[in-house]
């Protein structure tokens, strides 16, 4: 470890848990045994707010996987996990959370130094989220059942369906919200009966190495639950044409998920995408204005913009638009920009040099193609990956600030004049994972519902997110859900039995 990020973590003082996982050589997780890679290949961990190497974490290769792979297709096929009654299952998914929830501290702390987010997002956010995941999907264990149907066919049967776990599971995560990501794939698909193999993100897989700990410690059963960390084009694009998987869960970015969504579809693999998105936010001339303003900033800067359905657009009515604008900025100026382990840290270094250079390359972008500077916009001295919290006046929708996603603090906005304006701008986006309307009529509200192509609409908040509910695009920001129980329908099979009666 380098002394800089000793320092960095001696003047925050991280727990003792987290230096002892911190003190070890990590290694990957396959069929209950803890591995390093077969070529003996490790990458450093950058630490993003200093900047410099945290620890180091095995590079897995193609027959790593296959390894796993297959430690995941012997459990399913032939190991005691799909012989659990359902109840059984369920306990382990609550044991489970119970680690999670007592080992929360330090699990918080492991995605802040890894990911540079702010720990107290990690607390209240991804850890409790996973935490809250798994004791959702527990409960559906022993809720998985088909149906009896009453044939018209002229004979006598006995005619029902039945739900059946897809079985292996390859999951395939980002690196912005690393743990809670897995989770919400982990949760559903162990209660249905699915053993499973992640790939968590090259630059953020700790939090999944230490999550197999406790898998281990909840005595899961061996080749259940499988972590191979290394490269997206080694390990995940093995991943997506290994034929030992059946169903292929990816969260990323559209491009890499097209082309990993094509691979798995040449096997015929069952398939969930959660891709990019470009959410619009609509502000009403009704809307409480300064409320509106802070849920907006809160809804683009948390997690410095690296969210997936963050509210990306603001398209804002040209009554309010400049007090909006003036509100914006006066909190936006609130937030602290500070290193990920800082207790009141809001906006955190993004999580590497390469994604502070793109995004910006994009700030650049916009003012070369004439948005207008309203707040921030410039860069950041080191040591740490920090970008301003930037926000954009009267874009056009041509711009590529507007069209594309930056993965950063940046928001784009610009006014309009009626509803139809609104929505027509909205919905001109190639993405559709989010959007949100911000107003107190209520009518104006309901008739703006159905028309924004977006697979959430938020009113008057942003990324309100609970187990119990669906996550999932329109259009390119991908296929088939997470979470509620839309989540179970992509992880089970349904049979249909007929017996034919004398
Ligand atoms: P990414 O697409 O670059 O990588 C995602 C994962 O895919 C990583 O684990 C990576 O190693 C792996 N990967 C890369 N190349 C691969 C290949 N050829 N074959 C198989 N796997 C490969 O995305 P990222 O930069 O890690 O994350 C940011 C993106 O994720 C953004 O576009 C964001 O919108 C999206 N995202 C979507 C959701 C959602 O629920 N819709 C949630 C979070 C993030």
Redesign the pocket.
């Known amino acids: 470890m380098d002394t800089k990020v000793k320092e960095y973590l001696q003047r925050y003082g991280i727990s003792e848990a987290t230096q002892r996982f911190l003190s070890k050589a990590q290694k990957m997780f396959i069929g209950g045994a803890w591995v390093d890679a077969s070529d003996g290949a490790t990458a450093e961990v950058i630490e993003p707010s200093t900047e410099t190497a945290l620890t180091r974490i095995p590079m897995g290769t193609a027959a790593d996987l296959d390894r796993a792979v297959q430690a995941a297709r012997a459990q399913f096929d032939g190991g005691p996990w799909r012989q659990l009654k359902p109840l059984e299952r369920e306990r382990l998914l609550h044991r489970l959370a119970d680690l999670l929830e007592a080992n929360a501290e330090e699990l918080a702390e492991i995605e802040s130094i890894d990911m540079g987010k702010s720990v107290a997002q990690a607390r209240a956010v991804d850890i409790q989220g996973s935490v809250d995941t798994f004791r959702y999907f527990a409960g559906w264990a022993s809720k998985i059942h088909g149906r009896s149907v009453e044939p018209s066919l002229p004979g006598n049967y006995v005619a029902y369906t039945r739900k059946e776990p897809v079985g292996v599971v390859g999951v395939?995560?980002?690196?912005?919200?690393p743990l809670q990501?897995m989770a919400w794939k982990l949760g559903a698909a162990l209660a249905v009966g699915c053993t499973v193999v992640v790939?968590?993100?090259?630059l953020t897989s700790l939090s999944a190495l230490r999550f197999a700990e406790l898998v281990q410690e909840a005595g899961i059963p061996d080749g259940v639950v499988n972590i191979v960390s290394g490269?997206?084009?080694v390990v995940?694009?093995a991943?997506?044409e290994h034929p030992g998987i059946d169903k292929l869960s990816?969260?990323?970015?559209?491009p890499?998920?097209c082309?990993?969504g094509k691979a798995a579809l040449d096997q015929m693999k069952r398939l969930t995408l959660?891709?990019?998105?470009k959410s619009p936010v609509i502000v009403c001339a009704d809307a409480d204005i300064k409320a509106a303003a802070q849920a907006v900033a809160n809804g683009v800067f948390f997690n410095s913009g690296q969210v997936?359905?963050a509210g990306t657009r603001a398209y804002v009515h040209r009554s309010i638009y400049a007090e909006f604008l003036r509100e914006l900025a006066d909190y936006t100026a609130s937030l602290k920009m500070a290193p990920g382990l800082d207790p009141d840290c809001f906006i955190s270094p993004l999580v590497s040099k390469q994604q502070q250079e793109r995004v910006l390359a994009y700030i650049q972008a916009g003012k070369e193609e004439g948005a207008e500077v309203y707040y921030g916009g410039e860069a950041v001295e080191g040591p740490g990956f920090f970008v301003q919290p930037t926000i954009f006046a009267n874009c056009r929708n041509d711009m590529r600030v507007v069209r594309e996603?930056i993965?950063g603090p940046v928001l784009v906005t610009a006014p309009f004049d009626d509803e139809e304006e609104a929505v027509a701008l909205a919905n001109d986006s190639e993405f559709g994972?989010a959007a949100a309307i911000y107003s107190n009529d209520l009518g104006k509200v309901h008739g703006l519902i159905p028309r924004l192509r977006a697979g959430t609409v938020y009113v008057n908040a942003h990324s309100t997110l609970d187990p119990s509910m669906p996550?999932?695009?329109y259009k390119q920001?991908?296929y088939g859900k997470?979470l509620g129980a839309e989540q179970l329908d992509y992880l089970l099979e349904t049979k249909a039995v007929w017996i034919t009666l004398p």
């Open positions: 395939i995560v980002p690196w912005n919200f990501t790939k968590p993100a090259e490269r997206g084009s995940g694009a991943m997506a990816f969260t990323g970015s559209t890499v998920g082309n990993v959660e891709l990019g998105g997936c359905d996603e993965f994972l996550f999932g695009g920001s991908g997470d």
